[in-house]
């Protein structure tokens, strides 16, 4: 073991060894359906459930709104509520094949 390599293991050492995010692409575009955005692999599972319940919570309340007449809901707006959801779906997807392959 040479002196870089002992390093990088006392600078690891207190890295998360739990269950992380699997690289996943969502939110196609174009004739060519090509992915435009994508959750990054190696995100910590809990932290990115929590992003996405936050991101749910917000759709949720602006749902909530909407349905109770305090918030009318434009087609532009309508489509931010639908990248949000699929934001946190993809990221959810993406922690759980990361647990699949925890296994």
Not at 1 to 27: D, I, Q, R, Y
Not at 28 to 48: K, W, Y
Request: hydrophobic fraction near 40%.
């Amino acid at each position: 073991m040479n002196k870089h390599t002992e390093v990088n293991e006392k600078l690891n050492a207190g890295t998360f060894k739990g269950p992380v995010t699997v690289a996943l692409s969502f939110a196609r575009c174009n004739i060519e359906e090509q992915d435009l955005h994508g959750v990054r692999p190696g995100v910590p599972a809990v932290d990115t459930l929590n992003q996405a319940s936050c991101t749910l919570y917000s759709v949720k309340k602006s749902l909530e709104d909407a349905g109770m007449s305090e918030l009318i809901v434009t087609p532009s707006q309508a489509w931010l509520l639908h990248m949000a959801i699929e934001s946190a779906k993809a990221a959810i997807d993406s922690v759980a094949e990361g647990l699949e392959k925890a296994r």
